[in-house]
């Protein structure tokens, strides 16, 4: 394992700041492209703010934020329907805490390894910061595949899980939540766990069922606010929701409630797809079909064109962004959307891209929608609704109090307005109008690195 220091590679010549401190990051995490990316693509924003803020590199602070402050790695063991034993890899990155308890969702799936929750931890740092809660950021998951398995088989595994990580996370230190195949089921048996091993029923997982402390408006926010991000951006350029064709990719808990109010705001919703294929309804795609076989029947997207003759069914996921649209809200998962799917949605006329999932714009793609004059929303900013819902839900579970929907909707977009006001005004402090990748990186670093300077040797 190589152990570069920020102090022999200064050694070595005379590189900027923050050039040193992205190839130490690649040198001490070998073989995590996901994480040099999502960092290359943070500190690079920072050059302006490095120039203007000495202290930054005096302090040392870029190569500490890029190290995570604890992480666990942990064996999940569980029996599956036939009794056979079968063993997963557990992860929980405590990334940063500088703003309050660790916060970030669980992601179950069988690409994750540690360099994916590495780079959803450090992105979940800057777009807590950017909610203007208390919450520092982390991320967790597993390998495991809730894909074909029983309602046991997810349950004993859960079980599992919590039985190791329950000695890591608490109401007051580190509180979880749901990511790709971690939603309503997988929470509320990892919160059964908890309450049996601790003894406690307290706020400690976030995206609960309503009946045990969850907040209306959690299911939906993710979605939502993306949706009420990207109405900002519209608003900008004078336009609005209303009469536009939107192409929404994944089908899952964020892509369902993007749908789901971009329909309330007056566009119609074309497209959608799975880790298989998408499809195609130029009538508009029928949510409540979507919403019954893939949330309650928990079936491929393709059986859509079974009962809506006017759709299509494509295999493959990236033709989706051949569809000619107005907005775009990539809403899958990680580097689905590349450069040249970018250039077509450009030339089709797209106006708007609000990144729903977690990087799933390539650099290549950022880069084309910024040249092009493309409103462009980066994930850490437009999908932070879902983990200011689970901080409301916090308060809530704080304070023995649940609110109403509307209320908790209302706060979700004062958020939502409020993010997107502070990166668009950190973009112009620092130069770029308009680049909202660099302004929320600027403005959600901002306040991390402030709290960090002011307490010390953290
Ligand atoms: P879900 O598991 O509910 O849905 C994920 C969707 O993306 C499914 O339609 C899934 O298809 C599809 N998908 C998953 N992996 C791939 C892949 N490799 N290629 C193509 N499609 C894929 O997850 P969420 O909706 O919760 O999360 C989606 C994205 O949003 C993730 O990037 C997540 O990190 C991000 N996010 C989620 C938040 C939340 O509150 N849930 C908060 C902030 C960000 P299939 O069913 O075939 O697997």
């Not at 990316?37 to 602070?61: F, G, H, T, W």
């Not at 808990?253 to 749908?259: C, G, R, T």
């Not at 493309?374 to 839900?393: D, I």
Request: proline share 4%.
């Amino acid at each position: 394992m190589p152990t570069a220091t920020l102090e022999s590679s200064k050694a070595e010549g005379k590189m900027e700041y923050v050039d040193k401190v992205l190839e130490i990051t690649k040198k001490r995490n070998p073989g995590e492209p996901e994480f040099h990316q999502a960092v290359d693509e943070v500190l690079n924003s920072l050059r302006p703010v490095v120039k203007k803020n000495p202290e930054i590199e005096q302090l040392n602070l870029l190569e500490r934020i890029v190290e995570p402050e604890r992480q666990i790695i942990f064996r999940v063991p569980w029996q599956d329907d036939k009794g056979k034993m079968q063993v997963n890899r557990g992860f929980r990155i405590q990334f940063n805490s500088a703003l309050g308890p660790y916060k970030g969702g669980l992601r179950f799936h069988p690409s994750v390894y540690i360099g994916i929750i590495k780079f959803l931890g450090f992105e979940q740092i800057f777009k807590n910061s950017l909610t203007g809660l208390m919450m520092g950021g982390a991320k967790g998951g597993s390998d495991f595949d809730p894909k074909g398995k029983s309602d046991s088989e997810v349950m004993r595994f859960c079980q599992s899980f919590m039985n190791e990580l329950y000695r890591h996370i608490g109401a007051d230190t580190d509180v979880p939540a749901g990511d790709i195949g971690v939603g309503g089921r997988e929470v509320a048996y990892m919160f059964g766990q908890w309450k049996k091993l601790t003894k406690l029923f307290n706020g400690v997982l976030t995206g609960k069922g309503l009946d045990f402390g969850g907040s209306l408006v959690r299911t939906e926010a993710t979605g939502y606010g993306c949706v009420y991000f990207c109405d900002e951006m519209l608003k900008d350029r004078k336009e609005s929701f209303k009469g536009k064709t939107v192409v929404v990719s994944g089908s899952g808990n964020v892509a369902i409630y993007a749908h789901q109010k971009a329909t309330a705001l007056g566009a119609k919703v074309v497209a959608m797809s799975d880790s298989n294929g998408y499809i195609y309804d130029k009538n508009g795609i029928n949510l409540n079909t979507i919403k019954r076989l893939k949330e309650v029947e928990r079936k491929r997207i393709k059986e859509y064109v079974n009962e809506h003759k006017s759709a299509e069914y494509q295999e493959g996921c990236n033709g989706i962004w051949q569809i000619k649209c107005d907005v775009a809200l990539p809403s899958a998962t990680q580097n689905e959307l590349d450069g040249n799917a970018a250039k077509t949605l450009v030339k089709n006329g797209c106006i708007a891209v609000a990144e729903g999932a977690n990087m799933p714009c390539t650099p290549e793609a950022v880069k084309v929608f910024l040249d092009n004059k493309v409103s462009f929303g980066p994930g850490k900013a437009a999908n932070a609704g879902g983990v200011a819902t689970s901080g409301l839900e916090m308060s809530q579970n704080s304070q023995r109090l649940p609110w109403t929907f509307e209320e908790t909707d209302k706060k979700l977009n004062t958020i939502m307005v409020n993010i997107h006001k502070s990166a668009k005004e950190a973009s112009e402090e620092y130069g770029m109008p308009g680049n909202l990748v660099a302004g929320s990186n600027i403005a959600g670093f901002m306040k991390v690195a402030r709290a960090m300077i002011a307490q010390g040797l953290v």
